[in-house]
Structure formats: structure tokens, C-alpha cells
């Protein structure tokens, strides 16, 4: 069976701040996919970025970067300067195939204070 | 506007009462994902339909619950006799199966069981 834990359920920070939300996966699959998502207030599950099991190279895009270690199974995901609007619900997913059904964590909120 | 899309987006009922939910995926998506997302929680998976075709269901589909997908194309999905228990967030995804697509969410619909 699938398993993703976001340990950390909430998380407020300063305006500029940098912020990491972490990620553990449990499967037995050897090939799988992690997801990051974000979830604003409106409700609508924002697709930000999806990593294969043999991808291990970390991601940057703008302020955004993405540490997967499959040693630790962790696809720990990164704000810098975080700014008000990325006050959000963040969830992590976990799927045997780049489009199947997934598994998700329990979400992280976020809250940037200017 | 060419994303998922559902209806309607917030629905308040009493127990006991019947009610159907419908996503509109995006149009050349031949997968429908449905999940449940309650507060404090990430989505869980329903079910899922590839063309017409019911491919799996959750052991959390109970038999109150029932889903369609008769053309291929918008998705239904019916709560018989509900309980206060269904009060949820109700999400609609869809993917195509070619490649390395992944899925694109709706709106979702809020179910309030009075």
C-alpha cells in the first residue's frame, strides 16, 4: 500500500522568508511518481510539479525547488522569499503511473504574514 | 475555458436526501478521476473511468454512492440517501492515457448534509 506523510500541518512565516515543506513517501513499487500540489482558498488543486522514481535530479523553478532523496524516500519541496500569495494548502501525491490515481498526504497550509 | 470543470459548486442538503454531482473533463481527456477531500484532509480516490468503462473502485465508494461516465465524456456521480458523513469536498480529475500526462483538477463540489 501507498503512504505519504506531511509531518508538518501548519507552517507560518515572515513575508521574504524561505520555507521548506517536507514529504515521506511509503510504496513498493519500483517505479513510481511524486506530485506537488497547491491548494489556494478557492478550493482548485494547482498542479506544480511531478518527479519520476528515477529521476533523482532536484528541481528548480523561479522560487520553487523540489529535493527528492529516494535513500530517505522525501521529495521535500522549497520556497524562497516567500511572498503572501503563496499562502496555500500544499499536498504532496504519490502514483504507481504518470497519470493514475494517487495517493495524498494530509496537506501542509502554509501562511506567509507580510 | 478548457479545464475541468463541475457542477454544481457548492451543494447543501438534507440527510437522507438524494443528490448528483457532474464533471465536465477536459474534452480530449479519455480519464475521469473522482476523489473526496474532507477538512483537514488531502483527496481520497474514488473511482475512475477510462472512456466509458468503470476501471476501479475504492472500498470508500459505498453502494449508496454510484458513478457514470455513459458517452465517455462528462462524468456523474450520485449520492443516494446521504448522511451527514458525505459532507465533503467532492474533486473531478481528468488525464489523457497517451504519454506522460497527469491529471488536471476541477473546482470541486462542496457537499454540506444537514
Known amino acids: 500500500a501507498q503512504k505519504v506523510t506531511q509531518a508538518q500541518t501548519e507552517i507560518s512565516v515572515v513575508e521574504k522568508e524561505d520555507v521548506t515543506l517536507d514529504c515521506v513517501y511509503e510504496?513498493?513499487?519500483?517505479?513510481?511518481?511524486l506530485f506537488w500540489y497547491k491548494q489556494p482558498p478557492s478550493g482548485e488543486l494547482v498542479f506544480l510539479i511531478r518527479r519520476n522514481s528515477f529521476d533523482e535530479q532536484n528541481e528548480i523553478s523561479g522560487r520553487y525547488s523540489w529535493n527528492f532523496q529516494k535513500s530517505t524516500s522525501s521529495f521535500n519541496f522549497t520556497i524562497t522569499a516567500s511572498q503572501v500569495v503563496d499562502s496555500a494548502v500544499y499536498f504532496c501525491?504519490?502514483?504507481?503511473?504518470?497519470?493514475?490515481?494517487?495517493?495524498f498526504g494530509d496537506g501542509t497550509t502554509l501562511t506567509v504574514k507580510p | 475555458d478548457t479545464g475541468v470543470s463541475q457542477d454544481p459548486r457548492h451543494k447543501i442538503t438534507k440527510r437522507g436526501q438524494n443528490v448528483t454531482f457532474r464533471c465536465d473533463p477536459i474534452?480530449?481527456?479519455?480519464?475521469l478521476y473522482w476523489y473526496r477531500q474532507t477538512l483537514g484532509q488531502g483527496p481520497e480516490f474514488l473511482t475512475y473511468f477510462q472512456n466509458e468503462a468503470q476501471l476501479e473502485k475504492s472500498r470508500l465508494l459505498s453502494n449508496r454512492f454510484s458513478a457514470e461516465r455513459p458517452k465517455g465524456s462528462f462524468s456523474t456521480l450520485e449520492i443516494q440517501r446521504t448522511e451527514q458523513g458525505d459532507s465533503a469536498m467532492y474533486l473531478c480529475?481528468?488525464?489523457?492515457?497517451?504519454?506522460?500526462?497527469?491529471?488536471?483538477f476541477g473546482p470541486g463540489t462542496r457537499l454540506t448534509v444537514l
Open positions: 510504496t513498493r513499487d519500483t517505479t513510481y511518481y
Open positions: 480529475a481528468s488525464t489523457s492515457s497517451q504519454g506522460a500526462d497527469t491529471q488536471y
Open positions: 501525491a504519490l502514483s504507481e503511473t504518470a497519470a493514475g490515481k494517487s495517493t
Open positions: 474534452s480530449e481527456h479519455n480519464r
